[in-house]
């Protein structure tokens, strides 16, 4: 079964602590996967995406296959960081499989 | 560009009512998507279209029907609406990415549309 998992649904961070959102998947075959972020009262828009292998506003996500994992991490947490986070997968008929999120509060 | 549009950003219905949510892209995108979003939930898919003339059920279509009225509109429509259908809604789509490889895409999402099923 094509499944994401969040295990958390809030995680509280003081600001500049490093910041780990976990994201676990079971999928059979090579996945493609994906971070979204939704902050408040905005749309879900791309944060990164594994096969780009780039950092976005300071959040990296390497992709581990025998862990499956693909957890988001950056070093210095921000105010602005606080938002809505979402773990998705891209299966073979396009659709999108998005985990149940984590909400990311940066406390002062 | 717009991007994705959604109309309306805001409804309240009465129980046994219908609506239609209209939902517009102007990216060329091929792949449109409904999904409804719900406290500890995450983002459930509706329905789905692969292209202009297709639709395909998803995780919680009941309750719901789609039309895919040409390559830029997609809408949902609730034809009884019914207090478990009181959330967000967000439209999606996506499209080819280098050398018109449309699989695997990010999706681009409209502003949502909340709404109440009293």
């Known amino acids: 079964a094509q499944r994401v998992t969040q295990p958390e649904k809030l995680l509280s961070v003081f600001k500049g602590a490093p910041v780990e959102l976990k994201c676990n998947y079971s999928?059979?075959?090579?996945?493609?996967l994906f971070w979204y972020v939704q902050y408040s009262r905005q749309r879900l828009q791309l944060l990164l995406r594994?096969?780009s292998r780039e950092s976005i506003k300071g959040f990296t996500a390497d992709l581990n296959k025998g862990e499956t994992s693909f957890h988001l991490k950056k070093p210095f947490a921000q105010e602005e960081d606080s938002a809505m986070y979402y773990c998705?997968?891209?299966?073979?008929?396009?659709?999108?499989?998005f985990g149940k999120g984590t909400r990311l509060h940066i406390l002062p | 560009n717009a991007g994705v549009t959604q109309t309306p950003k805001f409804q309240v219905l009465k129980t046994g009512q219908s609506m239609t949510l209209q939902c517009a892209q102007d990216?060329?995108?091929?792949?449109m998507y409904w999904y409804r979003q719900d406290p500890g939930m995450g983002l459930r898919l509706i329905y789905y279209?692969?292209?202009?003339?297709?639709?395909d059920k998803g995780e919680v279509p009941n309750g719901y029907n789609v039309s895919r009225l040409n390559k830029r509109e997609f809408s949902l429509r609730l034809e009884s609406a019914a207090p478990s259908q009181t959330s967000v809604y967000f439209c999606?789509?996506?499209?080819?990415?280098?050398?018109?490889?449309?699989?695997?895409?990010?999706?681009?999402f409209g502003d949502g549309t909340r709404l109440s099923i009293l």
């Open positions: 999606a789509s996506s499209g080819a990415g280098t050398g018109g490889v449309s699989r695997n895409q990010p999706q681009h």
């Open positions: 999928y059979s075959g090579s996945p493609e």
């Open positions: 594994h096969i």
């Open positions: 998705a997968l891209s299966n073979r008929d396009d659709k999108i499989i």
């Open positions: 990216m060329n995108h091929n792949s």
């Open positions: 279209s692969a292209s202009e003339g297709t639709t």
